[in-house]
């Protein structure tokens, strides 16, 4: 994201948020690169290490971010270690002007595995946010997509709701994740689906998306 931002929506305060000690001093070589390179001296950016739970709520609670500031947040989670409750304080943070953008990676082909081996089930109500984890978790996979995007539509209040399917590498047929980008801007789906088709390759196959699309838009929330 340091790189390559289109000038429509350029961003200049970072905040890179890391729980992990150990790769803490990567990610401040990546920030001293950056802004040794970058021409742009308002470029700021901060390597935090922490919980994201905990370091995103103090963080915003100190209101950093003005409401006119275009603000995007890549919520780039393995499986399920960002609360919704985290998710819930990005949305409704802004006051006035465009929300918060948020890109979130929701796990898919290794989900149903990793919550059979997942014995904290506190865990996974913090990630889900309420007590009925449990049926969405049992819901098919284009199900699963479609409620959670209808969520982010309805209780958190974005219009645009889009999820973007990363397939698998070797054989191109399952979906891992889908990455969810969640707007009230009216030109951010256009830049994003842009971007999609320009960063991912191989690009799924037209039949392939369509037939998933088909089965997100079928598919009605059970929850
Ligand atoms: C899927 S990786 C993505 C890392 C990075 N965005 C990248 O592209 O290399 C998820 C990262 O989140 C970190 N992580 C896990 N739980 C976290 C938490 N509660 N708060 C902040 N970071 C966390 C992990 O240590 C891991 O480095």
Request: net charge positive.
């Amino acid at each position: 994201m340091l790189e390559g931002q289109p000038r429509t929506f350029y961003l200049r305060h970072y905040y890179l948020i890391e729980l992990d000690q150990s790769k803490i001093a990567l990610l401040d070589a990546l920030r001293d690169k950056h802004q040794q390179s970058s021409s742009d001296r308002r470029v700021q950016i901060q390597v935090l290490q922490g919980d994201c739970n905990i370091i995103i709520p103090e963080l915003l609670a100190r209101r950093p971010i003005s409401d006119h500031e275009a603000t995007f947040c890549l919520l780039d989670q393995r499986t399920f270690e960002c609360h919704w409750s985290t998710v819930e304080t990005l949305a409704r943070y802004k006051k006035s002007g465009h929300k918060i953008e948020l890109f979130y990676f929701l796990p898919n082909s290794w989900l149903p595995r990793a919550v059979s081996r997942t014995k904290n089930v506190e865990r996974l109500r913090r990630w889900w946010g309420r007590d009925d984890f449990d049926a969405f978790l049992h819901l098919s996979q284009a199900k699963r997509c479609s409620t959670f995007c209808e969520r982010l539509k309805t209780e958190l209040g974005y219009t645009h709701v889009l999820p973007f399917p990363i397939l698998e590498r070797a054989h191109g047929r399952r979906i891992m994740y889908y990455m969810i980008h969640a707007t009230d801007h009216p030109a951010a789906p256009t830049l994003m689906t842009y971007a999609y088709n320009t960063a991912v390759h191989p690009l799924p196959s037209e039949e392939q998306f369509l037939l998933a699309l088909e089965r997100i838009n079928d598919a009605k929330p059970d929850l």
